[in-house]
């Protein structure tokens, strides 16, 4: 339903996208998983008609993005990490215009724009300006928006960022739904480890502008054995000392040592766990707390990218 | 006719926006009456000028400052664009399959009926006050005709600016520099034969003073329709490239996003 081959786009110095490429099959939630400024958005652009890539080809619902924008425009319902609604006008006129804008008129308009509305729970709220909305109202807005003129393909980027965990949990359920009972084909950006968990059956994971990993959930957290150990530190490693500390454990996989953070992978957590504080203790290394367990999205990122996803997430807000 | 359906549907959405500003409605039809009660006043020894004709400055005046007004408040028009781009309502507009035309001209329609309740307050205004219009309602209609086609360009104008520089600062910055010479670099207020000869070579190619010159023959006793008609079509080719210019610009913005 979605065919990205080797997308490329830079913004000047910049390189945004470095030759992304994937499919998405039809009825499935894809997501795109990775950090601010990981390409996520860009992809996304890219995939909606907004944004031309420098080299490379995609394909939505059978249509070029290239070539045949319109057929592209009119297969897809996008819900863009930025808000679209237009706060001065009122749910209903909101959901109407771009029904309008999509080709659709008249009483089937009136119809599909009632129905979404009452679906997403604004049947009261509708002839209110959305100036007066919460923010998870707005959200709800945004996809009765993309929806209006049921499309086969939705574009969801970042649908949850900025809500509150019970809106987020109410949002992850309307779009299982979706999928479930509409059959959309469903491409879902997020840098929630857990959204991407909890929604798709196929995750990317994109750093850098490429796809580093790629599976479903399972099948990518499979594709590290053992566990993994996440122990905080009381303090930052000073001259490398946790890593002359832990250089004579056995059984310890890669480890990445960040600011007061360290994450290791290791055969067999129970027995690990007792020598790494045994280790970190002999050089005087004091510990806040240790967690050990399955390897979770976040060790699937940390073991592709090279760095948390954490990490990631906050030298690219610092750049910006 | 699709195009032309949804250039409807936005301008009714511009519309309702407007509606639901009342402050910035009641300043929109307040102005240019102060304008016209203000300039009329301040300026009204003019006619003594040795040169003037006519005997009554409002009366002169009164083309000049419909005209005017059309041309300050297009000026700002980007600035709902600029809001809808902060916003990711351009974003949305655009990955519809709506053609680019109708969301820059679904604003100039918005504009259009902005400038034309703005006129009939000013031409209301002006027959309370005692002037006459002895064009007849034609007359008055190829004045406000004139006074829209100038403030379409300039709407149109000023979106392009707004989708290109994508600021605030950017288009204040740009509309307040142009609007005042522009605006006295015409007989708004001044009779040509009065206004140094340098002054009156820039006004002929002043888009602003075309639409003054054509609205003011419209509305005297007898006007000289072929001056008239051959302003307003140099007003309305000027619009077009102006439109045509803002549509473009989509693609410098999307260039960029």
Redesign the interface.
């Known amino acids: 339903m979605i065919e990205a081959s080797a997308l490329k786009k830079d ?1 000047g110095e910049v390189r945004a996208l470095d030759g992304i490429t994937f499919a998405v099959e039809p009825g499935t939630i894809f997501g795109l998983l990775g950090p601010n400024g990981a390409g996520k958005s860009t992809t996304v ?1 890219v995939l ?5 890539p420098d080299s490379g080809e995609a394909r939505v619902a059978e249509h070029d993005v290239l070539r045949e924008p ?1 057929e592209v ?2 297969s ?1 319902g ?1 819900v ?1 990490q ?8 009122t749910g209903r ?1 909101n959901v109407k ?2 029904g ?4 659709m008129r008249g009483r089937e308009l009136d119809r599909r724009v009632d129905e979404l509305l009452e679906q997403f729970g604004l049947a009261e709220a509708g002839h209110r ?1 959305a100036r007066t909305y919460s923010g998870g109202m707005q959200r709800r807005l945004d996809v009765a ?1 993309g929806l209006v003129h049921r499309p086969q393909v939705l574009f969801l980027d970042e649908p949850t960022t900025g809500l509150d965990p019970e809106v987020r949990a109410a949002m992850w359920q309307e779009i299982g739904r979706l999928k479930a009972d509409e059959g959309l084909t469903i491409l879902l950006t997020t840098h929630y480890m857990e959204e991407a968990d909890n929604l798709a059956s196929h995750v990317a994971i994109v750093d850098r502008g490429t796809i580093v990993a790629e599976g479903s959930p399972a099948e990518l957290k499979a594709s590290l054995h053992g566990d993994a150990v996440h122990v905080e530190l009381e303090g930052a490693n000073v001259n490398g000392n946790v890593e002359a500390a832990l250089r004579g454990v056995p059984g310890l996989g890669e480890v990445l040592v960040e600011g007061r953070a360290l994450h290791a992978r290791v055969e067999d957590g129970a027995r690990a766990v007792p020598a790494v504080l045994a280790a970190l203790d002999a050089h005087s290394v004091p510990v806040a707390t240790v967690t050990v367990g399955r390897p979770s999205l976040d060790d699937v990122y940390l073991r592709y990218a090279g760095r948390s996803f954490a990490e990631a997430d906050k030298t690219k807000e610092e750049d910006e | 006719m ?1 195009a032309l ?2 250039t409807w ?2 301008t009714v ?1 511009d519309l ?2 407007l509606w ?2 009342p402050w910035f409605i009641a300043i929109v039809l307040v102005q240019p009456v102060i304008w016209l009660l203000l300039f009329g006043e301040l300026f009204q020894r003019v006619v003594d000028i040795p040169g003037f004709e006519g005997g009554d400055y409002k009366q002169y005046l009164v083309p000049g400052v419909l005209v005017m007004t059309a041309f300050f408040s297009s000026g700002w028009n980007g600035m709902t664009t600029i809001e ?1 781009l902060e ?3 351009t ?8 053609r680019r035309w109708p969301l820059i001209v679904g604003r100039l329609g918005q504009n259009a009926v902005q400038a034309l309740i703005q006129s009939l307050v000013i031409i209301a205004m002006a027959l309370a006050i005692g002037v006459s219009f002895d064009g007849g309602p034609l007359g008055v209609v190829a004045l406000v005709l004139a006074a829209i086609l100038l403030g379409t360009a300039f709407a149109a104008l000023s979106n392009a600016l707004a989708l290109v520089a994508r600021q605030e600062e950017s288009l204040i910055g740009a509309v307040t520099f142009l609007q005042l010479p522009l605006t006295f670099l015409s007989t708004a207020f001044m009779q040509e034969a009065l206004i140094p000869g340098w002054v009156a070579t820039v006004a002929d190619y002043n888009p602003v003073n075309w639409a003054i010159v054509a609205g003011r023959e419209a509305v005297q006793s007898n006007p000289d329709w072929g001056t008239v008609a051959g302003y307003c079509g140099l007003l309305a080719v000027f619009a077009l490239v102006c439109t045509m210019l803002a549509t473009r610009a989509f693609r410098a913005y ?4």
């Not at chain 1, 909606?48 to 031309?52: D, F, K, P, S, V």
């Not at chain 1, 309008?100 to 080709?103: D, E, I, N, V």
């Open positions: 913004y652009k909606t008609t907004l944004a031309r319109a425009r009119r897809i996008v863009a930025r808000s679209g609604v237009d706060r001065d006008l006129e215009l771009q309008h804008l999509q080709g300006v928006i | 699709t359906s949804d549907a936005l959405r309702l926006r639901r500003q809808d916003r990711g309502v974003d949305r507009l655009l990955v519809t399959p709506t999307q260039a960029q996003v």
